[in-house]
Nanobody, 115 residues
Framework: QVLLVESGGGLVQTGGSLRLSCAASGSDFSIYVMGWYRHPPGKQRELVARITAGGATNYIDAVKGRFTISRDNAKNTMYLQMDSLKPDDTAVYYC?????????WGQGTQVTVSS
């Protein structure tokens, strides 16, 4: 029922920036704690940032100070501004609920950071 569509990824050099978008439909987006996840090659998927319905945010240490998560509940859209990108940020990035993700994961968007 829920549809998640990630976009905005690309290939950038170390130190570059990208802004990812997540468009959600078929769900009451505004009431959920949402998050951005990433899946690096050869590693498990991990939550990198979360945002509550009220706008409170949390980040893993690896991205704190470089990434900014935000949401526009009226547009059912979430964003991830990524600055000062590093090669270790290379991954497929996904959006979903934080604690209890929906069964459906979107296609993700590839972020590749060259060294």
């Amino acid at each position: 029922q829920v549809l998640l569509v990630e976009s905005g990824g690309g290939l950038v050099q170390t130190g570059g920036s990208l802004r990812l978008s997540c468009a959600a439909s078929g769900s009451d987006f505004s009431i959920y704690v949402m998050g951005w996840y990433r899946h690096p090659p050869g590693k498990q998927r991990e939550l990198v940032a979360r945002i509550t319905a009220g706008g409170a945010t949390n980040y893993i240490d690896a991205v704190k100070g470089r990434f900014t998560i935000s949401r526009d509940n009226a547009k059912n859209t979430m964003y991830l501004q990524m600055d000062s990108l590093k090669p270790d940020d290379t991954a497929v990035y996904y959006c979903n609920r934080d604690a209890s993700p929906w069964d459906y994961w979107g296609q993700g968007t590839q972020v590749t950071v060259s060294s």
